[in-house]
């Protein structure tokens, strides 16, 4: 394997996952992962360009935001490539009114969008909201359309909170996919169009940057396919199967931001 200053050499950005690798989410807002709050603050005083991208959608992003604040990260809402307020522009600029199957702490994200007789379905990490008569209404909504348009926020399989492992959008996605014969348009990762938009955001290019992630398909192997290199710590929902993926191997894996950060701060500018 190529040593880490060839794996590393000329990386001027870096994309962060949030949940799994800045904190791990649960009751009474989560905890922070050991060192996570150090090494962001490290990063930023770097000449590294630094970009937070979450499929986080279960809350806004302001009270993501607030949260990681209270738990001592230097992060602002300016900061943040998440996927309800892209959501957002493209209902805005496909002229789509959604039926929203989400939860009701991502909700306010929509509050400007019109609503009335859905043309669309949105649909995102619901939680509890995943009830049978939920679901089938989304279903019946698709069902009703000439061209049915189903908008996922994210795809992932599961995710990791403080008390265990959650089932994700993904699953639920994927029920509407065969119930309904139709393919779901992906907005957050592993969507090449949010990888982009979070390199634009810090101007950047693909080469030039690398994404720290906890999930091998959607933030390893989704920044791959757009060209940037990518590690995977080994917290959050990271597994020791993800190392001999069959699909998809990571640049490097860390045990945490920590290590990854010591690694960057190492090789920058080299």
Not at 68 to 97: H, M, N, W, Y
Request: net charge negative; glycine share 12%.
């Amino acid at each position: 394997m190529a040593t880490w200053a060839e794996r590393l050499a000329g990386v001027r950005g870096v994309l962060l996952d949030i949940t799994g690798v800045l904190y791990d989410s649960g009751t009474g807002g989560g905890a922070a992962i050991a060192g996570s709050v150090e090494a962001v603050a490290r990063l930023k005083l770097s000449p590294l360009k630094v970009r937070f991208c979450t499929n986080e959608s279960q809350k806004s992003r302001g009270e993501l935001v607030g949260l990681l604040q209270r738990l001592g990260f230097d992060i602002s809402e300016g900061e943040v490539t998440a996927p309800a307020p892209a959501t957002c522009q493209i209902l805005k600029e496909r002229g789509l009114r959604p039926h929203l199957l989400i939860h009701d702490g991502v909700r306010s994200e929509f509050d400007d969008i019109d609503m009335a007789n859905p043309n669309c379905v949105v649909i995102a990490d619901a939680g509890e909201g995943f009830s049978y008569e939920n679901m089938n209404r989304a279903f019946r909504v698709l069902m009703e359309l000439e061209n049915p348009v189903l908008i996922s926020l994210g795809k992932g399989r599961y995710y990791k909170e403080t008390s265990g492992l959650m089932l994700d959008v993904g699953a639920y996605m994927k029920a509407l996919e065969y119930a309904c014969g139709i393919e779901a348009e992906v907005v957050g990762k592993p969507s090449p169009e949010f990888f982009r938009s979070a390199l634009q955001a810090i101007g950047v290019e693909a080469h030039q940057a690398i994404m720290i992630g906890d999930d091998i398909v959607g933030d390893v192997g989704g920044a791959q396919q757009c060209g940037m290199r990518a590690l995977q710590v080994r917290t959050g929902k990271f597994r020791p199967a993800d190392e001999h993926h069959p699909e998809v191997k990571a640049d490097g894996y860390v045990d945490n931001l920590a290590e990854a950060v010591d690694l960057l701060l190492q090789h920058v500018g080299k």
